[in-house]
């Protein structure tokens, strides 16, 4: 048998070939022409040695019809230059039940914080005083606002929290030491540890107390002329149980005051409401830390306040000033697209109730049991009406991002019963908008916790499309 690669036509032969014409009107010859010789060469290295046989360049069976043929072509370039037009970054719809999911880029935005991205993207006011006409400060669009809600002397905001707390550091501590409970050593997502944030910041960690157990007097005992600082850092992914003390916050404020030093708070989370409002375990308010006597708190935009990746840093002016002079202030600085988001988010916070019914953080986790088992019903009677196995089970749903370890939020799931779950769970991830789902015991899990409502069409529509598929 002859050489099955003598079959590929010549490039300029597809590029003039009726098949391809719409497809080199849209993408350009240059770019049809580049993928044409891509897809050729793949084919010729498969075919290579192997007479008669098959190719598949991305997947496909091409058998020798195919090779030859200009409509397979026109397909197999349609599909390349899809792909690769696609957007790396995008949206996804997460039925993963895990709020705050780390990997789906945490907080969903509130539709007002998107309308004031949108707002910002173009020319905007970062730092232009439209009053005067004049240089305004970027810091300008957030402090009141902080001040209002938090009831801080004064705020700042950076690109994230890990950047908050370095500033913190650097700028009240540097070259100096700062004592720490050996119960707060932490690491928060994998590249934050407390120790070399520290290190990283220039301040001397003097770790005082045991990881279960710390008391006044140890903080007490370790207070010196090279103490600049104390650093109590919020367990937010992990508890200690059992045998175990803590020194209030309170307490150690007011040592600080005594020794005359600051008492740094991290607080990571960032709850601006109390959470047991929500059906939440407490969690320390930015309000609460101040009114303990924190004289800088750093908290994250992007967890349980529900709005874009920041940090936040609260409290007395005349440290906030000193942070701001930091060179590193500017380094670690916010774009207008966040500031935008973020100022939109705090003004939600005026009213706490429609903060609740418009941030969607909030919203998700407020959700109630009965209300969620209600869109689980409904969505696994869709997909059954459609031919899927599916139905409404109980599931636990998660606060997610480093916040509430251990909580469990009671909801109810659909769970899918496919031959091949993975496979199923696999393909979703592949669709468009890619769906994020969970698989436990076999069975794939939709959890309408933090699926949006506007989601559900586009979500059935793709598992009955798959399921079908699978079965095939
Ligand atoms: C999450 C967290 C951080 C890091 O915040 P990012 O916004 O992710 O940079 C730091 N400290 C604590 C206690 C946290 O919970």
New binding site residues.
Partial sequence: MSDPRRAIPAVEALLEATALAPLVERAGRERVTAVLREIQAELRERLAGRAGGEASPGGRRADARHIADPAWYAEETERRIERADRPSLRRVINATGVVLH?NLG?APLAEAALQAVAGAAGYASLEYDLEGGSRGSRHGHYAGLLRELTGAGDALVV???????VLALNTLAAGRSAVISRGEL?E??GS?R?PEIMARSGVRMHEVGATNRTHLADYRDALGPDVAVILK?????FRVEGFTAEVPARQLAELADEAGIPLLH?????ALLDMTELGLPPEPTAASVLEDGAAVA??????LMGGP???ILLGRPALLRRMRANPLCRALRPDKLTLAALEATLRLYRDPARAVREIPTLRMLAASPDELAGRARALADRLEAAGVTAAAVAADSKVG???YPGAVLPSTAVAIDAPRVQDLARRLRLEDPPVIARVREDRLLLDPRTIAPAEEDALVSAVVRLFGEADE
């Fill in positions: 780390t945490r690109n994230n929290n890990a950047a908050a707390v932490v928060i997502g934050f407390v850092v919020h367990r937010s992914n991290d607080l990571g989370s960032g750093t908290l994250s935009g992007d967890k990746q920041a940090g991002g480093g916040a």
